[in-house]
Antibody, heavy 120, light 109 residues
Framework: QVQLQESGPGLVRPSQTLSLTCTVS??????????WSWIRQHPGKGLQWIGY???????YYNPSLKSRVTISVDTSENLFSLKLNSVTVADTAVYYC????????????WGQGTLVTVSS | QSALTQPASVSGSPGQSSTISCSGT?????????VSWYQQHPGKAPKLIIY???KRPSGVSNRFSGSKSGNTASLTISGLQAEDEADYFC?????????FGGGTKLTVL
């Protein structure tokens, strides 16, 4: 049973870089057929897709965040990462990592989520 | 890339049915049968309950059903139970990207 777990700082200063990691257990990130994804949820709000990439392909990003986002996959460590540059208080949110099935384009496995607060 | 449109809230009594709509455009919902639905209880991660507009993952109750017509997808929950009270989000493929709906709060009266 594949499981995902987010990790990273819960507090980031404005203008700094938000960095999160999602560790994949119970399966290989190189298995194919999936895109490894990041989604966020502002407090009390809806879900916002950030981006995704496969273990071997190019990343795809939300156009509204594209200039500040980098998603990468580390197959040797079986994890993938998110970097969001130049953060502001508007980036305060719960960040989820999730597995996207490439055939059905549905997020079938989610991490528990991690709250990241941007504050000085 | 605009969010899909969902009603902010719906409600129903135990045992009744409730339907949540998800309105998109010809660039997303209207072009692909790749609509998924997620259930989210407070403080929890979303859970996939419908994929490819009408299919249920293994283990999801058959009280949940999905449909799609044109640019609008719908989620119907029949035989409402107290445990169904949650937020529901739709999501659609939009050509190299995905877009979510704003979410609907289902209240079981």
């Amino acid at each position: 049973q594949v499981q995902l777990q987010e990790s990273g700082p819960g507090l980031v200063r404005p203008s700094q870089t938000l960095s999160l990691t999602c560790t994949v257990s119970g399966g290989s990130i190189s298995g194919g057929g999936y895109y490894w994804s990041w989604i966020r949820q502002h407090p009390g709000k809806g879900l916002q897709w950030i981006g995704y990439m496969s273990h071997s392909g190019s990343p795809y990003y939300n156009p509204s965040l594209k200039s500040r986002v980098t998603i990468s996959v580390d197959t040797s460590e079986n994890l993938f990462s998110l970097k969001l540059n130049s953060v502001t208080v508007a980036d305060t949110a719960v960040y989820y990592c999730a597995r996207l099935s490439s055939s059905s384009v549905s997020f079938d496995i989610w991490g528990q989520g991690t709250l990241v607060t941007v504050s000085s | 890339q605009s969010a899909l449109t969902q009603p902010a809230s719906v409600s129903g009594s135990p045992g009744q049915s409730s339907t949540i709509s998800c309105s998109g455009t010809s660039s997303d919902v209207g072009s692909y049968d790749l609509v998924s639905w997620y259930q989210q209880h407070p403080g929890k991660a979303p859970k996939l309950i419908i994929y490819e507009a009408t299919k249920r993952p293994s283990g999801v109750s058959n009280r949940f059903s999905g449909s799609k017509s044109g640019n609008t997808a719908s989620l119907t929950i029949s035989g409402l139970q107290a445990e169904d009270e949650a937020d529901y989000f739709c999501c659609s493929y939009a050509g190299s990207s995905v877009v979510f709906g704003g979410g609907t709060k289902l209240t079981v009266l």
